[in-house]
């Protein structure tokens, strides 16, 4: 049964019911994203956490139909955006709305940017391609852009190559390349992984800042549950494909109730607390190839019972809490 956590609405810019993304590997399609309802609410940022391998940027690519062509393919399901089925748009409709209505922060600057064009021409792409203006245009737009996201000098770094700014400034760059088109809603694929903690406050600050000038929707990916208290409305946890427990941020660190989000919690460095005092979360999240035939976190599970290892929970509403979906048979209302 596929999960359902909204209604069609018009305060969603985004809308995924049912999202099934697989791969084929050795003859066979397995599942990457597993049933994946969610939505995105108008100037809402939605946190999706997860270790690596939960299917966090899977989920996004599929929403920007960037799957490989012959290796991957949504096998079921709809990703509704402004009343499109994106799901089964042909690749030419959907190039109008890549880059324009809905844009990508990559999780890699470095590789992410064309290292033999210089900044301003990759800015100024985006702008000729969809907003029909001109070179010299573009070029101004970009350097408004540059000073946007506070890069200083921008006039002369416009003529720069990506291998002369740093880590930091790369990662200012994607978000300018990203926002040129003053898009509906931003992807941001751990736009802050690799930097140190001051260069990720000031990056987190001018996502913030955009958000709140421009009026997007924003999903925010990311393995770094400190990050998420920071930026996020509401939290999406996600573990081998599926979202496991769904709750406004506060909320979620206030009450986590899913085995594995407490599991996360608790392996968080935090400055109130020795390192001595971390725990670790045994094991691994399970292979696409080798999912199991229950609960998929039962393995890691301190808290399973025999039903665990043979049925697949559903995401159920807390009985207090509508707002609270979670993934369990232990905690869910189901048992209880």
Known sequence: ??????????????????????????????????????????????????????????????????LPAKSGRIGA????FEGKDLAGLPDRQMRQIRGNRIAMVFQEPMTSLNPTMRVGEQIGESLRAHKGVSRAEARRQAVQLLLQVGIPSAQTRLDDYPHQFSGGMRQRVMIAMAI???????????????LDVTIQAQVLAV????????????????????VVALIADRVAV???????????????????????????????????????????????????????AGCAYAPRCPLKIARCETEAPRLTPLADDAEHPVRCFVRSPETT
């Open 207 to 226: 996502l913030n800042e955009l958000k709140a000038s421009q009026g997007m929707s924003m999903v925010f990916i990311t393995h770094n549950l400190g």
């Open 77 to 80: 399901g709809q990703v509704m």
């Open 1 to 66: 049964m596929t999960d359902t956590l909204s209604s069609p609405s018009a305060e969603h810019v985004l809308e995924i019911r049912g999202l099934r993304t697989e791969f084929l590997i050795d003859g066979q399609w397995h599942a990457a994203v597993r049933d994946l309802s969610l939505a995105v609410r108008r100037n809402e940022t939605l946190a999706i956490v997860g270790e690596s391998g939960s299917g966090k940027s899977m989920t996004a690519l599929s929403v920007l139909g960037l």
């Open 238 to 292: 996600m573990y081998a494909g599926e979202i496991v427990e769904l709750a406004p941020v506060a909320d979620l660190y206030a009450r986590p109730v899913h085995p594995y989000t407490q599991a996360l919690l608790a392996a968080m460095p935090r400055v109130d607390r020795a390192n001595e005092d971390l725990q670790p979360i045994p094991g691994g999240v399970p292979s696409i190839r080798a999912m199991p």
């Open 180 to 194: 040129a088109c003053q898009p509906t809603l931003l992807l941001a694929d751990e736009p802050t992984t690799a």
